[in-house]
């Protein structure tokens, strides 16, 4: 059996871009000073999922909660 996979909500990743503005920080810092990939970064841009531990490095270098980084939100239909 397929594991089964969130249909109603995805990932939004806005109040990381409000706690890096509060920090002084940017997503170029995250790229230079932790090492995360380009492609993680899109991937959080396009609020697509991203490992765990990539959201914990976040959290643990902005000194902040996981819902300081990422949230769910109800998923947009797509326009047809």
Same mark, same amino acid.
């Given at each position: 059996?397929?594991?089964?996979?969130? !249909?109603?909500? &995805? $990932?939004?990743? =806005?109040?990381? /871009?409000? #706690?890096?503005?509060?920090?002084?920080?940017?997503? #170029?810092? @995250?790229?230079?000073?932790?090492?995360?990939? $380009?492609? #993680? @970064?899109?991937?959080?841009?396009?609020? !697509?999922? &991203?490992?765990? /531990?990539?959201?914990?490095?976040? +959290? %643990?270098?902005? /000194? +902040? =909660?996981? %819902?300081?980084?990422? %949230?769910? &939100?109800?998923?947009? !239909?797509?326009? %047809?």
């Amino acid at each position: 059996m397929a594991r089964r996979k969130a !249909e109603s909500i &995805v $990932p939004s990743y =806005k109040p990381m /871009d409000k #706690t890096l503005i509060d920090r002084d920080k940017n997503r #170029t810092d @995250l790229r230079n000073d932790l090492g995360i990939s $380009p492609s #993680t @970064l899109a991937k959080m841009s396009a609020g !697509e999922y &991203v490992a765990l /531990d990539v959201i914990a490095l976040i +959290c %643990e270098y902005l /000194d +902040c =909660k996981i %819902e300081e980084v990422v %949230e769910f &939100v109800p998923k947009k !239909e797509d326009a %047809e």
